[in-house]
């Protein structure tokens, strides 16, 4: 099962963005039975836990965002989704999804980057191999 996330992007502070995981492949009996969760990882950091939601609804949040992240998800569709609001430059970062039946599986996450309005959108440069 891949997880695939989106709705990143660029946004300036204060602003909302609502982020989706699909997780491909999924059976409902599966995605019903095992909770889910939302990281983010900023360069050179640890993946950080952002919110979780078990497969009864009990919801938890980090301190970061408490107040200001929702996060919910649709049984039917088997989707997960990550609203975002009043989001801080300190909210930028690729966010990933997991579902915990399958721990090991991380799909490529989805950049958020919150800049000040002094600065600009920035370009992305990747080397690779």
């Known amino acids: 099962v891949q997880p695939v996330e989106s709705g990143g992007g660029l946004v300036q502070p204060g602003g909302s963005l609502r982020l989706s995981c699909e997780f491909r492949?999924?059976?409902?009996?599966?995605?019903?039975?095992?909770?889910m969760e939302w990281y983010r990882q900023v360069p050179e950091k640890q993946r950080e836990l952002v919110a979780s939601?078990?497969?009864?609804?009990?919801?938890n949040y980090a301190d970061a965002v408490k107040g200001r992240f929702t996060v919910s998800k649709d049984n039917a569709r088997k989707k997960m989704y990550l609203q975002m609001s009043s989001l801080k430059p300190e909210d930028t970062a690729v966010y990933y999804c997991?579902?915990?039946?399958?721990?090991?599986?991380w799909g490529r996450g989805t950049q958020v980057t919150v800049y000040p309005q002094s600065w600009g959108q920035g370009t992305q440069v990747t080397v690779s191999s």
């Open positions: 997991r579902h915990l039946f399958y721990p090991q599986s």
């Open positions: 492949g999924i059976i409902t009996s599966v995605f019903n039975s095992k909770g």
């Open positions: 939601i078990t497969e009864s609804g009990t919801i």
